[in-house]
T-cell receptor
Framework: EAQVTQNPRYLITVTGKKLTVTCSQN?????MSWYRQDPGLGLRQIYY???????DKGDVPEGYKVSRKEKRNFPLILESPSPNQTSLYFC??????????????FGPGTRLTVT | GQSLEQPSEVTAVEGAIVQINCTYQ??????LSWYQQHDGGAPTFLSY????GLEETGRFSSFLSRSDSYGYLLLQELQMKDSASYFC??????????FGAGTRLFVKA
């Protein structure tokens, strides 16, 4: 089954404790992206990747890191989480950047709480 | 800056037609997309307009006017299951994706 998976689905952590949220897709997609969703703000893009070893900042990259060492995986790293990073996070993928508009697949989401 | 505006809430009755508008301001434009998200779920793709005009997919249609920086999503024959949030999105400058804040649709019996 074609899908985007994220782990963990739920995470409660404390300020400053490094964490990684994994994202994996099995569709051989080139374009992958991370979003955060907060009430009243819609989805805001954190980072995106055009292909292996090619990443760039979205609108809200501060406090986050990403890497793309393999095509299928695009982990999101919070080196020192803070309470303002409490949010619902979605990973998404698309065959390539040209098809983002009509073929973007989202993972199930990761609800992160930082206390 | 880049932004999209859409109404925060819309209410309609079952069987009716509802239109959700979206105006955008971006440094580059490559098309307008619409997504549906049910409570607790992930966004799912509904439609995409790269060119002016109307695109129809079953009960859902989407319209784009690039000269007006405006688009809308039209939902016909509303069903209770259409109660959800609807987001418009554009590919902005570079390869970023910009989403609107979302429109919450309530369908009443």
């Amino acid at each position: 089954e074609a899908q985007v998976t994220q782990n963990p689905r739920y995470l409660i952590t404390v300020t400053g404790k490094k964490l990684t949220v994994t994202c994996s897709q099995n569709m051989n997609h080139e374009y992958m992206s991370w979003y955060r969703q907060d009430p009243g703000l819609g989805l805001r893009q954190i980072y995106y990747s055009m292909n292996v070893e090619v990443t760039d900042k979205g609108d809200v990259p501060e406090g986050y890191k990403v890497s793309r060492k393999e095509k299928r995986n695009f982990p999101l790293i919070l080196e020192s989480p803070s309470p303002n990073q409490t949010s619902l996070y979605f990973c998404a993928s698309s065959p390539n950047y040209q098809s983002w508009g009509y073929e973007q697949y989202f993972g199930p989401g990761t609800r992160l709480t930082v206390t | 800056g880049q932004s999209l505006e859409q109404p925060s809430e819309v209410t309609a009755v079952e069987g009716a037609i509802v239109q959700i508008n979206c105006t955008y301001q971006t440094s580059g434009f490559y098309g307008l997309s619409w997504y549906q998200q049910h409570d607790g779920g992930a966004p799912t793709f509904l439609s995409y307009n790269a060119l002016d005009g109307l695109e129809e997919t079953g009960r859902f249609s989407s319209f784009l006017s690039r000269s007006d920086s405006y688009g809308y999503l039209l939902l016909q024959e509303l069903q209770m299951k259409d109660s959800a949030s609807y987001f418009c999105a554009v590919r902005g400058g570079g390869f970023k994706t910009i989403f609107g804040a979302g429109t919450r649709l309530f369908v009443k019996a």
